[in-house]
Each structure stands twice: as C-alpha cells, then as structure tokens.
C-alpha cells in the first residue's frame, strides 16, 4: 500500500493504518511542489536580503548574533547536525524511530521549512527500506527542538552516525555504500529545519496513546472479569447514577462496564453484601477520568503532529522568515505529564482489584489458590503489581515543572517533554504488566465460582485457557505472568 504525504490532516487512527499496512510513503504532487517553491523562495530571500537571518547565516542558540559568510552556510548546517548529535543512555525503541521518521517527513513537508526535496526524499527512502537510525533517548531539554535525538536521526543522511539496517548495525557511510546513495549535501537552514522540531515527543506520545487506547479497553474488561470473581454488585454502573454527573469519560465507562457484564450469571445471583469497595464500585469515576485525560490528549497531540515545528519559519506569500518558538515542547510536555498519573491511576484502581481477589474473602480461597498456606497461589503476583504502581507513583512526578538554562541563558525556559515522554512509556509499560496481573488472577478467580460470568468475559477467557491454564497448585509463575501480559496487549 502507498501513502501519500499530503497537507490533509493526519490522526492518530490515520498513523495506527499507516504502520500496521506497512504502507510505503510518497510525496503528493501538492507537497512537492510547496517543497520546491520554499527551497527557491528561501534562495533568493538571502540573496536579497540585507540583514542576518537567524540560523541561515548567523550562529544557534547564544551564538545568534555571529554571522556566517554565504560560502559557508552548507558547512554551518553539518557543523550543526554533527555537533548536536549528544545523546545518551538506552536506545530509542525501532517503532518509535519509524514514528520519528514519518512525523519529521509530515512537518517539513508542508511548505514553511525551506529543505530540498532531495532531503525529503531520502527520510522518505529511510522509512520504506526499513532504515532506523540510532538515536538515544537522553539528550533532548524538550524546547529548542528535540536537539540531540533529531541530530542522531539526521547523521545518516550525512553519511554519519549509525543505522540499524534489516537486522544489522552498519555505520551511515557502510549505508550509503550498500543503497549506492551520495551524501545529502545540505543547504541553508536545512540543519535547523531537520533538528528543530517535536518528533522525538511526539513519536512517543503517538506510539503511547495508540497503546492506551487499547489498554483503556482492557482495563474496563479486566475490571468487569474481576468484578464477578469478587461477586461485585452491578448498581453502581447504573446509567441513573452517571446522567447526574455526566462526565463523558465516566458516562462511557459504565455504559462499557454494563455491554461487559451482560448475561452474567454472577451478576444476577442475590448478594450477602450491599456494597463493593471503591476499587470496584468506582471503576466508571476513576476509569472514566483517565479516559476523559486520554481523549484530551489525542486531541493536543494530533494538533501538534500536523503542526510546522521547526524554526525559523517560512511565509512566502508575506515574504516573512520569522525566528519564534514553534518547537518548544510546552504543549506536548503537558500533556505527557497529563497522561502519566491518568495511566498510573489505571494501574493503581488495577492493583486494588488484586489485591481484593487474594485477600480470601467472599468465598474465595485465600491467594486464590486450593491448599493456601501449603501453597502460596497469587500472593506475590499481587506484590509485583505493588511494586510496579509505586515505581508509576514516582515516574508520574511531572518533568514539565523542571527547566535548566542551556545555551549560555538564551534558552533558559525549557519544556522536559523528552523527559516526559520516555518517564510516561515506563508507565505505560507497568500498566501493561499490571493489567496482565489483575485478567490472570480474575481468570483464576472466575473459576472458583459455579456460575458463569458474561458472555463476552467467558469467551476471552476460554481463548486465554489455550494460553494460561488454572493454577492448581504452586508452580514458577512469571512466565504466565509474562504470557498473561502478552494475551492483553496481543488481544
């Protein structure tokens, strides 16, 4: 399948078909021609022009005020993406790469970037031929661009830096050698355009909210499971309850809860007692807001992945090339903040859950588990979902309320969305893990009851039985622990 990259808008859905159809990109002609018309727009600007234009003929950040000769822009441009290329720590995961790749195409394509086409074109054969630069994930403040991890992105197209290319880990120059590809020799502004920008926050922030989207549905599913494991009482998802304070995320979780639990036998049966610990009683409250938290975010991060974030900005028919702060990351930081105690939340009301289940209550056995105390059952299955909420506890402290002066002072508010963003992907992946916990031990606890839980509930845990089978008697566990977490993500 072909993409096209087009000034239409672009959603999060629209990026979820893009990846999983493993769709080749082109330029429309549309997009091509606005390419074509800034780069020559932005050649004959600096001809013409009698003034610095910042970053096209001066010196970044602090050094704004030095102005380069016309014989050395090119150079400028490569001293910048070499000299930027600063990154640490763990490596940036392959998906995310490919996000990067595909959002810096969608940003610099639209007309106000002032690359050559021939640039584009390459990111372009990057992302169809399956070339991932390695890029890492400290490095960038979140503010004048995502500095480090673009300039790690951008080496290649210099024939620097390093690639991981159809399983192997080859240099930019042995890339060029096996794709018979030159160089990209950049022209002015071209450094700066690929550097500035909110790719490296905003492939996290896709790739995150994607999977929240599906863990958001497994967490009402999970929870319906443990509801009846628990003998839970149906009332509190009562649409009555919800019209009078109608939170639209509260109102769609109980109607969710209710389409979960219908036909349930569980649910149906007279109860001894007349009310469930707010864990359960409270799923469409506390599920709802972090699903109110998602859907707030989806809306700003799909503004800003069709948003033109690098700086300076072209405006040919004004004859404008205005140097402003489209890339900080203030918006995206936010909102990845945001979304952290939203998915840590999710991950805590989970563990609760839990946590009732093996507490050997309501006729169930103690740990969930026949013969307690000969066997020990689901007891530190519970622990590690514990453990797992309070590192999420620690993780959802915001980084958006941090910033350091870089630059000698000249950037001295800065956003910390990178650091957002990979605190927020932990979180994510300990909701995964957690929410894996909460369906294996619902599972285990259904089967202890006589009755059958809801049509929907029973049929994905028969699916999970092909899997997962009941635990009779004390076995090692994490590796159902790891299939359970993998049935959740894979279903």
Not at 170 to 177: A, D, E, R, T, V
Request: charged content about 20%.
């Amino acid at each position: 399948m072909i993409h096209q990259i087009t000034s239409d808008f672009l959603s999060l859905t629209d990026i979820k078909q893009i990846v999983d159809s493993n769709s080749k990109l082109e330029l429309s002609q549309e997009s091509a021609q606005k390419i074509i018309a800034c780069r020559e727009y932005l050649d004959d600007k600096i001809k013409r022009s009698e003034r610095p234009i910042y970053g096209i003929n001066t010196g970044f950040g602090s050094l704004c005020n030095t102005v380069i000769d016309n014989d050395q822009l090119g150079q400028l441009q490569w001293n910048l993406v070499t000299s930027h290329a600063c990154g640490m720590g763990d490596e940036v995961p392959k998906e995310m790469v490919k996000l990067m790749i595909l959002l810096k195409i969608q940003g610099i394509s639209q007309g106000h970037s002032g690359v050559q086409l021939a640039t584009v074109q390459r990111l372009l054969d990057f992302y169809n031929e399956g070339v991932y630069p390695v890029i890492y994930e400290q490095g960038s403040l979140g503010a004048s661009g995502d500095l480090a991890p673009l300039a790690h992105l951008s080496l290649p197209l210099l024939g620097e830096g390093e690639v991981d290319f159809k399983g192997e880990r080859i240099s930019g120059k042995q890339l060029n050698h096996k794709m018979d590809w030159e160089p990209i020799q950049l022209q002015s502004k071209e450094g700066l355009a690929l550097l500035n920008g909110t790719q490296f926050m905003s492939a996290y922030a896709t790739n995150l909210l994607l999977r929240l989207k599906h863990l958001k549905k497994w967490s009402n599913l999970a929870a319906a499971a443990s509801l009846d494991a628990y003998d839970g009482r149906v009332e509190p998802f009562d649409h009555l309850v919800h019209q009078v304070r109608p939170h639209a995320g509260q109102l769609s979780t109980a109607k969710t809860m209710l389409e979960n639990l219908e036909g349930s036998e569980i649910v149906q049966r007279d109860k001894a007692h007349v009310q469930d610990p707010y864990c359960f009683r409270c799923i469409p409250q506390v599920h709802g807001a972090s699903s109110d938290a998602i859907n707030y975010a989806i809306g700003v991060v799909e503004t800003e992945i069709n948003s033109v974030t690098d700086n300076p900005t072209i405006f040919i028919e004004d004859d404008k090339v205005i140097s402003a702060g489209n890339f900080h990351g203030q918006p995206l930081a936010l909102v990845l903040d945001f979304l952290a105690i939203a998915t840590a939340e999710l991950a805590s009301i989970s563990e609760r859950r839990v946590y009732k289940l093996v507490s050997g209550t309501r006729e169930l056995p103690a740990f969930l588990v026949k013969k307690p105390g000969l066997n020990s059952g689901f007891m530190i299955a519970q622990y590690s979902a514990a453990s797992a909420v309070s590192q999420n506890k620690q993780l959802a402290t915001p980084a958006s309320v941090d910033t350091i002066d870089s630059s000698n002072g000249q950037e001295d508010h800065v956003s910390m969305g990178a650091n957002a963003a990979t605190k927020l992907k932990r979180v994510v992946d300990n909701l995964e893990k957690i929410i894996g916990v909460e369906w294996f031990t619902a599972c285990q606890g259904l089967d202890f009851r006589t009755e059958k839980s809801s049509v929907k509930v029973e049929a994905m845990k028969a699916k999970f039985r092909f899997e997962v089978p009941f635990i009779e008697e004390d076995l090692v566990m994490y590796p159902l622990m790891a299939k359970s977490r993998e049935f959740v993500v894979n279903n």
